[in-house]
């Protein structure tokens, strides 16, 4: 159930690949950035609405972890993290162009409705039960994303540790742990699913939003 989420909190450049496709250097600390609660929304088959006015929005497949309790120094991620699920973080790359140019935060690029569209949440066991098998993106039926959390550039304990430090981690805060290579745009129309181990675990269709 997609209740009693708080802070989105998001990691940025988080696959050397990724980083490397855009153009970006590769971070030597995390790079967090944050959504509002409000862009959350099910991925469950429905049809996603995203603005169709302000130039490309593109895709960003990623495992998302669920915070269980408080934050305290020195938490093993399998005591703090209660459950994963799997999110598609959406990027109006045009407007995110140009307030990088500027300066100005990520804000508009990336917390505008329905940004931020999640699976439903599962267990959380262990970190190495994640890392056996791979995560992917199709679009229209071709796979256009592959990942897997062992190639981040942080680990999911090197996240939470950064995050919880220097901004605070409490029950039902969430994290987008980042994106592998392979982002692009989808337009209305597209359908995209994601997929884990191999199975479908949802998917959805783009419409157009003003």
Same mark, same amino acid.
């Given at each position: 159930m997609l209740t009693n989420i708080r802070n989105v909190y998001c990691v940025g450049r988080n696959y050397k690949l990724h980083a490397e496709e855009l153009g970006n250097a590769v971070p030597d600390e995390p790079m967090i950035f944050m959504k509002p609660s409000h862009a !959350?929304?099910?991925? /469950?088959?429905? $049809?996603? $609405?995203l603005p169709s006015t302000q130039g490309e929005v593109h895709y960003e497949a990623e495992l998302v972890i669920r915070i269980g309790q408080n934050y305290q120094p020195g938490i093993s991620i399998v005591n703090l993290v209660? $459950?994963?699920?799997?999110?598609?973080?959406?990027t109006l790359r045009d407007v995110q162009s140009v307030i990088k140019k500027k300066g100005h935060p990520w804000t508009a690029a990336k917390g505008f409705k329905n940004s931020a569209p999640i699976t439903e949440f599962q267990a959380?066991?262990?970190?190495?039960? @994640?890392? &056996?098998?791979?995560?992917? @993106? /199709? &679009? /229209? +039926?071709?796979?256009? =994303?592959?990942?897997?959390?062992?190639?981040?550039?942080?680990? @999911?304990?090197?996240?939470?540790?950064?995050v +919880? =430090?220097?901004?605070?981690? +409490?029950?039902?805060?969430?994290?987008?742990? +980042?994106?592998?290579?392979?982002?692009?745009?989808? !337009?209305?129309?597209?359908?995209?699913?994601?997929?884990?181990?191999?199975?479908? !675990?949802?998917?959805?269709?783009?419409?157009?939003?003003?």
């Open positions: !959350v929304v099910p991925l /469950n088959g429905e $049809a996603i $609405a209660d $459950a994963y699920a799997f999110g598609i973080d959406f959380f066991t262990d970190v190495d039960s @994640l890392q &056996k098998a791979d995560f992917t @993106l /199709n &679009k /229209n +039926g071709e796979e256009v =994303q592959r990942g897997n959390i062992r190639n981040m550039i942080f680990d @999911l304990q090197t996240i939470v540790d950064y +919880g =430090q220097h901004y605070g981690l +409490g029950e039902g805060d969430i994290i987008f742990t +980042g994106t592998p290579e392979g982002v692009g745009s989808t !337009v209305a129309g597209d359908v995209l699913e994601l997929t884990w181990n191999g199975e479908s !675990v949802s998917q959805c269709t783009i419409v157009a939003a003003n």
